[in-house]
């Protein structure tokens, strides 16, 4: 079920929200158990035969998770631990990585392994990762035992279910068990609303206007001339950004709606000056996932500890990172770059080599992730490269194009670009909010 969907906004939502309420309102139900039926239901409606993976991979770690808790013999404490992060990644590669696994060995091996076709099911990477950073603060020793019911409402819970964000089992549970979700919050519930209200309009209005050019753009790629190709990268860099920061406020705003604040996810990535920056803003919780999680307990591993060593590391979660966001060499050349650039970042600011003037530093980060992000979007090399190709091409510079035929997607650009470079993102709404309002706690 999408969030933009009018199954999901108009039955979906109102539905939930109201019976929620009414259980907590009229009854002793805490109304915990209603929530992961629905989110078991929301997840359910893609493909209800990936239903019982989710409820498979919530009972084994629940399982997991107990163990690590009540052991107090740190060795066989680790040994859980590894066992259900080891767990987890196989659950997730089994099903995503398989038949790129096969596809690679016969063509290194020249064999003729049959795929095995298998359709990954909706949500797997994120509930993957939020599940390893739970059992992870398990053993850390950060979340005290709980409940089958709370930890399953913690991975379950729909709005944050399919995208993220990546949530942590204390800050999320300690909103559901505080005596003011009980009620209705009538000014969250404005907030809520107003926040998937912008969401829906990125989404549905700039998001999906800009497809048009970019689908067109990406299958004609050996067509396209310099200007065309510019156009078509930037409409796919544009596209994305609105596509993520859209779901984004739709699920800020849907928890919001039942007390939750969600952590901040995305803050105007476009505006950043350098690609350190960058990550710090782009899908904000994917990013501390990466360094709480892989990048320091590698570094924490080492003998010795150096600039080289750390930046190598750095290389190496953003490798981690391309691959988890799909079986593509395009994904992980995405994530190489990143991790390339970084390093250059970091060195730069290391060594004092350079002073950057903040709209240099501006240009030369978004154009870099516009670059970048070809690599995300093409289906094969040949076609990313093709489409540098024509952007570097200063000979076949001409400005016919049918791209701006329709004055509505002229619209649709020029608002795009006015949002992302001057307006404020959702997070001042929500911000200015708390500082005025009580806090949800």
Known sequence: MLFHSIIYLIIFLPFVFSVYFLLRKFTDND???????????????????????????????????????????????????????????LYLGIFKYTDFVIDNLNYIFELNIQNFDLPFPLAMSFFTFQTIAYLV????????????????????FFPQLIAGPIVRYNNMMSQFNTIQNKWINSKNLLLGLTIIAIGLFKKVILADNLSINVDYGFENYDTINFVESWIVSF???????????????????????????????????FKATSLIEFWKKWHITLFNFLMNYIYFPILRSLQKVNYFNAMIVTLL?????????????????????????????????????????KIIGWLITI???????????????????????????????????????????????????????????????????????????
Request: aromatic share 20%; net charge neutral; hydrophobic share 45%.
């Open 367 to 441: 154009n870099y992730v516009n670059f970048t992000l070809i690599f995300f979007r093409c289906e094969n090399l040949d076609s990313a490269l093709s489409i540098i190709k024509s952007m570097l091409d200063i000979n076949n510079i001409s400005f016919k194009t049918n791209f701006f035929d329709n004055y509505y997607i002229v619209i649709v650009y020029v608002l795009s670009l006015i949002i992302v470079f001057f307006f404020k993102n959702v997070n001042f709404l929500i911000e200015n909010y708390f500082e005025k309002k009580e806090h949800i706690k």
């Open 235 to 269: 409409s796919f860099t544009l596209q994305l950004y609105f596509d993520f920061s859209g779901y984004i406020d739709m699920a800020t705003g849907s928890a919001l709606l039942f007390n939750i604040l969600l952590p901040k996810n995305f803050d105007s990535p």
């Open 317 to 357: 979660v953003f490798i981690i990172s391309g691959i988890w966001h799909g079986p593509s060499y395009g994904y992980i050349l995405f994530g190489t770059l990143h991790g390339l650039g970084l390093i250059v970042n970091h060195t730069f600011n290391k060594f004092n080599l350079f002073k950057m003037n």
């Open 137 to 156: 603060d398990c053993y850390d020793g950060e979340v005290e035992k709980g409940s089958l019911k709370d930890y399953s409402l913690f991975i379950i």
């Open 31 to 89: 109304g915990k158990y209603f929530i992961i039926f629905s989110g078991i239901f929301f997840y359910g409606w893609w493909n209800v035969n990936f239903t019982p993976l989710i409820i498979c991979s919530v009972l084994f770690n629940y399982f997991i998770s107990q163990k690590i808790i009540n052991l107090e013999n740190n060795s066989k404490k680790k040994v859980i631990l590894l066992t259900g992060i080891a767990f987890n990644i």
